[in-house]
């Protein structure tokens, strides 16, 4: 509890200093707030401001341990009952977190143990494999590889699809990093924010490519040929053939490599060789595009299919669908402090986005890692969780630790680890 | 810019119609109505909304002489009204189908892009025309090889709004072309979306609370052509919202006498008649409708008529032709109970009084409506001639 009231005095000073940088979200007046203060796991919601001097004398009076806003405007947004609050329309919202898909490195980083039958394992899990229960509990680190994913679906998002596709326009768009394990995008418009869940719903299924039937894009068999899709047709047909020619032209065992990726193509070895062996003629087709007859021996709609689902997986954004969908949802206020890590939630410029790196920025201005102290600090901690992997801040690796470990780290790292919940200070 | 009246009497539906029609809009609706009767007093407003009404009671696709004429102004927002006050989803639902899917029709013919432009302009859409069709794809799937291109290309906002309620697959934002902020659409797509965006505007919600209505309704029922309207179109909803599984022709031929196997309503009416007693107004439409109903010559109808103390041939003549031409159908028994022209009960009518049963639903049903009486005793008639022979006559089956 004690470090508790610790990261709320940490949480309100930072307030207190930064003030004056912390940004405005456009119409502040019509959003709601909502708030998760240390004492308990409860969300404190229906709060609205009428100004942003307002909104900082509530977080330095209180220092909250997460601090949201709303999507939506209302004209009450303070009423607590969603049908009182005079709903005016709502930003387009796109969350990529890494927690919600997979990478590679979560073999690293990521851990688990179940609560019930007492296993132990990494990576991403949903559920215990050994006694299918989902008690378990997951430890998710961060990591720079995971948020260079994520760094990287937002920039898919961006420079693929809202711009080339979308048509929207930079000046629209809000970009902040989470202060945890990805990236938030809002869209300010007025066009969009008349959009129902409905409507924003054919948007996500147009941004994951998921729901993409190829049977509606050309792809069918006709006297024993399979027909396949056109890059003359603008939309998904155009994105997933240019992207299977830029595969295609890659050296062979790096395809080779691709197509037999379980997490990616899956195929078998026999599949992926036939392939290889006409993967040049196929290439002459699609480019050529006169007649789409696609012949690749062993080739059914069914290996088609699994191919272009591949092909689909690799061009759509990873994101999270219901918080695009959900028109009532609360999204972390730009320049707060993350609770679980005592992280800022950064917002960077589309151009700073390039060279933008969370843990580990140069640019003060952009750096997340706010409690980096200058006078070189260093705190006493007490190891509580059973393991710890290793967590690499500003280039500085720490860890790895296990429970009991007694360890001296700087102020930045301490902050991070209590935040965390897997430490105490002695 | 606005558009022109023309095209507004051929889409009344369009939002200029309030910039036109701006005396029509800031006026109280009863006084709307009352006029609009002073203006056409031929009875051709009440033919040709009756004919939208009974074409979407019977699922057409088709409205017969659809007409892009200043009644159809009057026509479109009467037509809004009724369905304001009949309050009642199936039959909203029905109309809004058959009226967009005349628009659809009237959309398709249009030869210039220059309609359609005015009416996406007018409807305050976000889309650009190209006065060079873009080509935004092929068609691989037909024998040639079908260029894709298009004029109109709509934001995908509005597409996504016109499009909401319709599900084909095709229709999915992921499978168009978006390019740019706006979608790519063939003429016929993009008439199809306004078409769908009619219908949606026709459909009024179901208001809960009958109160709301009631007054309202009340006022608007005292304009003798509004109410006589409004009875028809319930007259004619309760005639058609069952399809009648025994299907007898029940038309008036030369040389049969139909008049046994009459309603006692019916009979009560002729009998009074027969005895030169007088009828109400409402007896009259009634028997009036019903003898057209059946396609009774106008003049045996008059013919019957003589018999009333006040008869005049001329004035008759013309009131049976005018009722002739609004197409009306007679009251269903539930009018006819609360009007107190029912004679259910006075003469013991086993049809009337328990009504009949139904093969088809495996339950007895009540009579809803006098002319299915003539049909379920023509059937009785029938079998019973048949004697022991079981087998049912029935339209299919002839
Ligand atoms: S039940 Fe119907 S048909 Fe029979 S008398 Fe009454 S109104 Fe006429
Ligand atoms: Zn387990
Ligand atoms: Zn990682």
Redesign the pocket.
Same mark, same amino acid.
């Given at each position: 509890m004690s470090d508790n009231i610790f990261l709320k005095r940490l949480f309100q000073a930072y307030y207190q200093e930064k003030q004056k940088e912390i940004s405005v979200v456009s119409s502040l007046e019509f959003r709601e707030f909502g708030f998760i203060p240390w004492e308990k796991q409860i969300m404190i919601r229906h709060i609205g401001f009428e100004s942003q001097k307002v909104l900082l004398s509530y977080l330095i009076d209180r220092g909250p341990k997460h601090v949201y806003s709303s999507g939506s405007l209302y004209l009450q947004p303070e009423a607590q009952h969603m049908e009182n609050k005079q709903y005016q329309g709502c930003d387009l919202i796109v969350d990529i977190d890494?927690d919600h898909f997979y990478?590679p !490195? %979560?073999d690293?980083?990521d851990s688990w143990y179940c609560n019930n039958c007492e296993t132990i394992g990494t990576g991403m899990q949903e559920k215990c494999p050994k006694c299918e229960k989902s008690k378990i509990t997951k430890l998710n680190w961060i !990591?720079e %590889? !995971?948020l260079d994913v994520a760094k990287n679906e937002i920039k898919k998002l961006i420079y693929d699809f809202l711009i080339p596709d979308f048509g929207t326009d930079e000046k629209d768009m809000r970009i902040a990093f989470s202060g945890h394990r990805g990236y938030h995008l809002k869209v300010e418009s007025e066009e969009l924010r008349k959009l129902n869940s409905d409507e924003r719903r054919e948007i996500v299924d147009y941004l994951t490519g998921e729901n993409v039937s190829f049977e509606v894009l050309g792809l069918g068999e006709k006297s024993q040929m399979i027909h396949g899709l056109s890059k003359e047709n603008i939309g998904w047909s155009q994105k997933i053939m240019e992207k299977v020619i830029e595969i295609l032209n890659r050296p062979k065992n790096e395809i080779e490599n691709m197509l037999l990726d379980e997490n990616l193509f899956g195929f078998t070895s026999f599949y992926v060789g036939s392939f290889l062996n006409y993967k040049d003629d196929f290439l002459d087709v699609i480019t050529k595009g006169e007649r789409n007859v696609w012949a690749i021996e062993g080739f059914g709609l069914t290996n088609w299919k699994k191919l272009l689902r591949g092909i689909v997986k690799l061009i759509g954004i990873e994101l999270d669908e219901p918080v695009s969908i959900d028109t009532h949802r609360l999204i972390r206020y730009p320049g707060s402090l993350h609770g679980k890590t005592g992280f800022k939630v950064q917002e960077i410029k589309l151009n700073e986005l390039d060279d933008f790196t969370p843990l580990n920025e140069m640019n003060e201005k952009l750096d997340p890692i706010v409690f980096k102290s200058k006078k070189k600090l260093t705190q006493k901690l007490e190891i509580v969780e059973r393991a710890l992997p290793i967590t690499k801040i500003k280039g500085e690796s720490f860890g790895p630790y296990v429970q009991g470990d007694i360890i001296e780290v700087p102020h930045h790292i301490a902050v991070f680890l209590l935040c965390k919940e897997v430490a105490k200070t002695i | 810019m606005s558009i022109s009246i023309d095209l507004l009497k051929h889409y009344p539906w369009l939002p200029s119609l309030k910039i036109y029609y701006s005396d029509i809009a800031t006026q109280d609706p009863t006084a709307f109505i009352e006029e609009a009767f002073l203006k056409y007093p031929d009875g051709e407003l009440e033919q040709r909304i009756s004919k939208i009404f009974k074409a979407a009671f019977n699922n057409l696709e088709e409205i017969k002489d659809y007409k892009a004429d200043e009644l159809n102004i009057y026509l479109y927002l009467i037509v809004k009204i009724l369905l304001f006050v009949l309050n009642n989803k199936p039959i909203s639902n029905r109309v809004a189908n058959t009226y967009s899917k005349q628009i659809y029709k009237e959309l398709i013919e249009e030869n210039e892009d220059a309609s359609l432009y005015d009416i996406c302009k007018d409807l305050k859409l976000k889309f650009e025309y190209l006065n060079l069709p873009f080509k935004y794809g092929v068609n691989l799937n037909k024998s040639q090889r079908e260029i894709l291109k298009t004029s109109f290309k709509i934001h995908f906002t509005d597409y996504l709004k016109l499009a909401a309620n319709l599900h084909d697959d095709y229709r999915k934002l992921v499978h168009n072309a978006l390019s740019e902020g706006y979608v790519y659409v063939q003429k016929k797509d993009l008439i199809r979306l306004l078409q769908e965006y009619v219908r949606r505007k026709l459909i009024v919600e179901e208001v809960k609370d009958e109160n709301n209505i009631e007054k309202f309704r009340k006022n608007l029922l005292k304009i003798r052509e509004f109410k006589e309207l409004y009875g028809n179109i319930l007259n004619n909803w309760e005639l058609k919202k069952e399809d009648f599984e025994y299907s007898f022709k029940i038309s008036f031929k030369e040389g049969s006498d139909l008049s046994n196997n009459f309603p006692p309503c019916i009979q009560d009416i002729l009998r009074r008649i027969q005895e030169g007693m007088n009828i109400v107004h409402t007896e009259r439409l009634f028997l009036v409708f019903f003898l057209h109903a059946l396609n009774y010559p106008t003049e045996n109808i008059i013919d019957i008529f003589s018999n009333l103390p006040d008869f005049d041939r001329k004035k008759t003549k013309y009131q049976v032709e005018f009722a002739k031409k609004k197409e009306y159908t007679p009251h269903s028994c539930s009018t006819l109970k609360s009007l107190n022209i029912c004679k259910a009960n006075e003469s013991k009518d086993e049809i009337c009084l328990e009504g009949y049963y139904s093969k088809k639903l495996d339950t007895q049903k009540k009579l809803s409506h006098p002319l299915f009486y003539i049909q379920l005793k023509q059937y009785r008639n029938s079998t019973k001639n048949k004697a022991n022979k079981t087998k049912i006559e029935k339209k299919d089956e002839r």
């Open positions: 890494v990478t !490195c %979560k690293e980083h !990591c %590889k !995971c | -």
